[in-house]
């Protein structure tokens, strides 16, 4: 007797897949009975298994060992069982294979059908997961997912409230409402936590909040009372954000009327939702930082190549540049010190952006700044250089010199710069000459 037909005596479930192409080598006449598949061989085990078109996320693979079984539970949503199950390397005629023997530990039916509810939580939880981790924005993401913990809650209102630095004010950034349910969220901007005492002693203690009826809060936390009948919210669920062991705002639902005793879902998507937050905020911080000076805040030499680029690719209908080159920068350094320096930069980024508001300024090196104007007319464009020397004079000197070009139809960036940097200079040695 081969071990196959020794493996088909088990009344566990069994079967044997390569963990390199995922085929299935062989499934035991009890597992064969529960799947009924037909000719399995050399079909996928995800496809055959879990009716999956791409291999499970869940796989275990990675966690085999020729030495001892590898035990978890699984709820298989196909078979819709719930199973323990052992895994193992083995070879099989040559190939590594995966082995694994499943026992139905399924529950009785009442017990089933918490289990059953527990997969939809998980199933949902799944896809708030994905849609976070998916999506091409941030905002498209939180939409999503407070889109899906409004509807598992069959709930009013989906929202996350963030806390500032110092956890004293709170703001409502994001808000999902049901269809005919009216939108809150402009009304609950920088709230001061003095002001809602159930939010402040929450968020110190950073506990879950459950108001399962509004009317209990009437008489102690009279202010939340007020505020919450005021737009129509007879119940909540709210969980904590926790970083770093604080918590740091919250995931609510307002008026939930399924699923109100599960808590844990809110509680696991807050987790998952503050984890994305941070890491998209941080890919926000990089990616700004990659294309922004960082003392002025204005576009860096970076930005300006990768935009000389596109300017270049893309027919503009006219175009005008500036340059802008600081007055006596080094002097201010060695005479009053760097910071006064800086503070002269700042200024004079400042006062490019009041200029040119519809334009994008660059901070180039040092003192040198340069401004793309695109789209503008002559007429418009000279009337902001105009602006901005007027900006720019400080009693009688001012703190910049300043060159321009402005080109239309035929237009050649190099050339612009070249004649700007040009007037630049020009206007600077006229200064000194004064």
């Not at 929202?159 to 969220?185: D, H, Q, S």
């Not at 209990?216 to 009372?225: A, D, F, N, P, W």
């Not at 009693?395 to 040009?422: F, H, N, P, T």
Request: charged share 30%.
């Amino acid at each position: 007797m081969d071990r196959g037909d020794l493996i088909d005596e088990l009344e566990e479930l069994v079967y044997v897949s390569d963990i390199r192409t995922y085929e299935l080598l062989y499934m035991n006449k009890a597992l064969q009975t529960v799947v009924n598949c037909g000719d399995y061989l050399n079909r996928k085990c995800y496809q055959v298994l879990q009716n999956r078109e791409t291999p499970c996320e869940f796989c275990t693979n990675g966690r085999l060992s020729s030495d001892a079984f590898y035990v978890w539970q699984h709820w298989n949503l196909y078979l819709d069982k719930y199973y323990k199950l052992k895994d193992k390397l083995i070879s099989w005629n040559g190939r590594p294979a995966r082995m694994e023997l499943a026992v139905d530990i399924t529950e009785p039916e009442h017990a089933k059908q918490k289990i059953q509810r527990k997969l939809r939580t998980e199933r949902t939880l799944v896809e708030c997961i994905r849609s976070l981790t998916m999506a091409g924005s941030l905002e498209e993401a939180i939409q999503a997912v407070l889109s899906g913990i409004g509807e598992y809650y069959q709930a009013d209102r989906a929202y996350i409230l963030e806390l500032n630095e110092e956890r004293t004010v709170g703001t409502n950034t994001y808000e999902w409402c049901a269809p005919g349910v009216k939108a809150e969220i402009e009304f609950n901007q920088d709230i001061p936590l003095f002001l809602v005492p159930l939010w402040k002693e929450a968020i110190r203690d950073i506990a879950f909040v459950h108001v399962q009826d509004v009317e209990t809060l009437k008489e102690r936390y009279s202010v939340e009372y007020g505020r919450m009948r005021k737009q129509g919210i007879h119940s909540l669920m709210a969980a904590p954000f926790i970083l770093e062991d604080k918590g740091m705002g919250y995931v609510g639902v307002d008026n939930p009327s399924s699923n109100g005793d599960d808590t844990d879902f809110l509680k696991s998507v807050s987790y998952f939702v503050i984890s994305e937050l941070q890491k998209r905020r941080f890919q926000e911080a990089l990616e700004y930082q990659s294309g922004h000076d960082s003392l002025t805040g204005a576009f860096n030499r970076l930005q300006f190549d990768r935009d000389m680029e596109i300017y270049q690719k893309k027919r503009q209908g006219s175009m005008g540049i500036v340059f802008a080159d600081i007055n006596g920068l080094k002097q201010t350094n060695d005479t009053l010190g760097h910071e006064s320096g800086d503070h002269l930069i700042c200024s004079v980024a400042e006062k490019l952006r009041e200029s040119f508001q519809q334009g994008r300024v660059y901070r180039m090196g040092g003192d040198e700044f340069l401004v793309f104007c695109s789209d503008v007319g002559r007429e418009e464009f000279e009337r902001m250089v105009d602006e901005c020397r007027r900006r720019l004079l400080l009693e009688s000197k001012s703190e910049a010199s300043v060159g321009w070009a402005w080109e239309q139809d035929e237009i050649d960036l190099e050339r612009m710069r070249r004649k700007a940097d040009k007037k630049m200079y020009q206007e600077k040695e006229g200064s000194r000459a004064e």
